[in-house]
């Protein structure tokens, strides 16, 4: 019996430097390059840094490894096509730190598993790849070759394929992620979970039930012409930034804009553009014209509200509210939606909202005279038990104004990881579709096993049980993405061996199988030989567009290799003399675009059309209105307003980021727009409720969060009293993830509920 190191799951729990200042109004504008310039200086020296951001998202130069915003079609911005947050991530990556196998013996897996998520992450990148025996608390450098031959080794010492899993995080490019899922099916399982799991699934199962397709159906385009964009559960001043460039155009073209979020957003408010000084003089352009502070999950209610009152209007004036001609040829149920609609209770919805009523009326005048409306969302509306339902809703909505698949309307779930959709097209999914499979094994002459694999809650569960042996990593942070912090670290430590493909340090690489191997591969950002010459890899944006990516800096080490090499190199020592030619797709990625093109549909001419310098949209039906749904209609659905009840005395916690996070890469300790700097084990609370719960503003407080009779606890928080809805608190991840529970999981989706957790406080002594 393999004894557990003992490596800290979870972040530690002491306090830094807690400085508050009132929220901002304002988002970008001077600070953003002020924060930009201190974050390249520190990382990577400010002439490196420029000369490096003048390349990103450029159409000769690499993609952003941070969200999936899409980059202008025409001009891009000679000033700099990126923002704040975009700048830190690529800081991160070109970083002059090093983690060198001198730092590894110097710091053992368990003193290093002690440190924050933030110190660990600022260590450097990873010059070579390194190796954790069984029992050992040191790594120890390894060959390239010997890591390969272990990894080959355990996959074949398995009793069947599905005792190995395989995640991706959404930074995996196109051209690694095909190889890396083609790996998987030619090994013999579906054990394909990715973060999208722990996003936008329900965005996925929502939108491909209504109207056909997992994706958005809009163009930044539509963006710029669109007369009504509501902003749901989204906070794209800081997890999308260069979106406020995008609805600056729309107010300016005479659009109007309604964000709907429990906290009022500097983003959502006014956006200073830094590339104009006339907008920093002027302080810049008001974006929101209606905020609407909802109740934690209180989405569904405010839209059916407005439904009603979009009704009401309707059936004043038959026609002129609801676009009936697209209704009668292009939708089902709509009926049954009406009826629904006609017999739901006014006032209970306004209730259930947290919203006033005047307010929702306000908005509704907008619904019902607009014709061209975007719907924008994000975690807010996803991560809960009702995810799915909340984005059919949203599509409700939009299918009763005809506003989907005609310019300036549409949906717009927003990706927060630069390729999580890309990776999803390239077959990254645990419930492959047959077609797809039958393309890959008459194509490669395999057989892939037609059984689903697990998803990520799946998986940790599967550790649980110990049915996992192998889990294999290629990027992400795991640990501390993953919902009940404690209980997956415990998960994951069941592994005989897991395999990390990353670039810099993080907890996952401390919380481990008994065998750990580490595989340091190329950043976005790095320049890429093979044999055949410099790559290039290719992602896909929110808005559908497939684009290359060319990366230009000298790697940080020799000893690195690129993710598509990675994966070939495994192949190859797994498979030996097989049907798939691994080593063919190592030395040209052309060929791993020619085998995309071959077994994926929307890919025709991949190699000439990825050249193209903007790159091409793929298929999208919801976008021209030929609906991919069984009978090739839009789908209206009856949905229940959620209503779920707490506890008297506990509150609703929503996790959410800083504006120095990306996920779970901690980019510094601030979170400028919000006041709160040098501390993250913070709760922000209702003023209100700290006085009815008997607390003050900085108390010292346990988090315990109750689910089905279980208790977790999160210990030592500070009160920020904040502008939140009354009811609800806010706290950041990945220190906040031990509260929420495994089983809490969106019906229909099995994304974690990180937005809805019933906690109460407890005061620390
Ligand atoms: S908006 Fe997103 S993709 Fe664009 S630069 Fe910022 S982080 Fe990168």
């Not at 790849?129 to 031959?149: K, R, T, V």
């Amino acid at each position: 019996m393999t004894t557990k190191r003992k490596v800290q799951i979870l972040p530690p729990e002491n306090f830094e430097n807690l400085k508050l200042s009132k929220a901002k109004k304002k988002a970008v504008g001077v600070p953003a390059i002020v924060s930009t310039m201190r974050h390249i200086s520190k990382e990577m020296g400010v002439w490196k840094g420029i000369k490096l951001l003048n390349k990103m998202n450029q159409k000769d130069g690499f993609d952003c490894p941070g969200c999936a915003w899409p980059d202008p079609d025409g001009k891009r911005s000679g000033l700099g096509e990126y923002c704040e947050n975009g700048a830190k991530a690529i800081a991160e990556e070109a970083t002059s730190k090093r983690v060198t196998p001198d730092f590894f013996k110097k710091h053992s897996v368990e003193e290093m598993s002690t440190w924050t998520d933030y110190k660990i992450g600022k260590s450097g990148r990873i010059t070579h790849p390194m190796y954790l025996p069984e029992g050992a608390s040191h790594y120890e450098q390894i060959s390239w070759d010997d890591a390969f031959q272990k990894i080959a080794a355990k996959l074949k010492s398995l009793n069947n394929p599905d005792e190995a899993v395989f995640y991706t995080s959404g930074r995996t490019s196109n051209e690694a992620a095909f190889a890396y899922q083609l790996l998987v099916r030619q090994f013999g399982t579906n054990n394909l979970p990715d973060c999208s799991n722990m996003c936008h699934e329900s965005s996925g199962a929502g939108l491909s039930q209504t109207v056909g397709i997992g994706k958005g159906s809009v163009t930044l385009d539509d963006l710029y012409e669109s007369e009504l964009i509501v902003v749901m559960g989204q906070n794209p001043g800081t997890n999308h930034p260069r979106m406020l460039t995008a609805l600056e155009k729309c107010k300016k073209n005479g659009g109007k804009i309604v964000s709907v979020n429990p906290i009022p957003e500097a983003g959502n408010n006014v956006f200073v553009d830094p590339q104009n000084p006339l907008a920093i003089i002027k302080g810049g352009t008001q974006l929101t014209d209606h905020y609407l502070q909802v109740k934690i999950n209180g989405d569904v209610a405010l839209l059916k509200a407005i439904m009603i009152l979009m009704l009401e209007a309707e059936e004043k004036a038959p026609g002129t509210v609801f676009d009936l001609d697209f209704i009668a040829e292009f939708t089902n149920g709509y009926d049954e939606l009406i009826a629904d609609v006609r017999k739901t209770d006014f006032n209970e919805m306004v209730a259930q909202s947290g919203i006033a009523e005047s307010q929702i009326r306000e908005v509704a005048k907008l619904f019902i005279a607009k014709q061209k409306i975007i719907i924008c969302w994000a975690m807010g509306l996803t991560q809960h038990e009702n995810g799915v339902n909340n984005i059919k809703e949203v599509v409700n909505i939009l299918l009763l104004k005809g506003s989907i698949g005609k310019p300036g309307a549409g949906t717009c779930p927003v990706r927060g990881h630069s390729n999580v959709q890309g990776d999803r097209t390239m077959g990254i999914w645990e419930k492959p579709k047959d077609d797809f499979l039958d393309n890959l094994d008459k194509h490669f002459g395999i057989q892939s096993p037609r059984k689903h694999g697990v998803d990520a809650v799946e998986s940790i569960q599967a550790c649980l049980d110990k049915k996992v042996k192998f889990f294999m990593f290629m990027g992400g942070n795991f640990i501390s993405a993953t919902p009940d912090s404690q209980l997956t670290g415990e998960a994951i430590q069941n592994c005989e061996m897991t395999v990390q493909i990353s670039t810099k340090l993080n907890r996952s690489h401390l919380v481990t199988g008994n065998e750990a191997i580490i595989l340091p591969c190329l950043a976005r950002s790095d320049r890429d030989d093979q044999a055949s010459g410099l790559q290039f890899v290719s992602v896909e944006n929110s808005m559908g567009v497939v684009h290359k990516s060319q990366g230009r800096l000298d790697p940080p080490s020799n000893d690195l290799m690129s993710e598509p090499a990675i994966v070939a190199k495994i192949g190859a020592a797994t498979f030996g003399d097989s049907p798939v030619n691994w080593s063919e797709m190592e030395e040209n990625y052309d060929v791993i675009r020619n085998h995309i093109e071959a077994t994926i549909s929307g890919f025709e001419n991949y190699n000439k059309r990825v050249r193209i310098p903007q790159g091409f949209y793929l298929p999208n039906g919801a976008r021209d209105r030929k609906f991919t749904t069984p009978d090739g209609k839009a789908n209206f659905s009856v949905i229940e307003a959620p209503n779920r009840k707490v506890k008297e005395g506990n509150l609703i916690m929503m996790t959410i980021r800083t504006h120095d996070q990306y996920n779970t890469t901690i980019y510094g300790m601030d979170d400028r727009y919000r006041g709160i700097e040098g501390e993250r084990r913070v709760v922000l609370m209702n003023k209100q409720d700290i006085k009815s719960q008997g607390f003050k503003e900085l108390d010292v407080v346990h988090l315990v969060s109750e689910f089905n009779g279980e208790e977790r606890k999160a210990n030592y928080f500070k009160i920020v009293a904040y502008d939140i809805a009354k009811g609800c608190v806010a706290t950041y991840f990945p220190e906040a993830n031990v509260l929420v529970p495994l089983k809490s999981v969106a019906k229909g989706s099995n994304t974690p509920v990180s937005k809805f957790v019933e906690i109460r406080l407890e005061k620390a002594n």
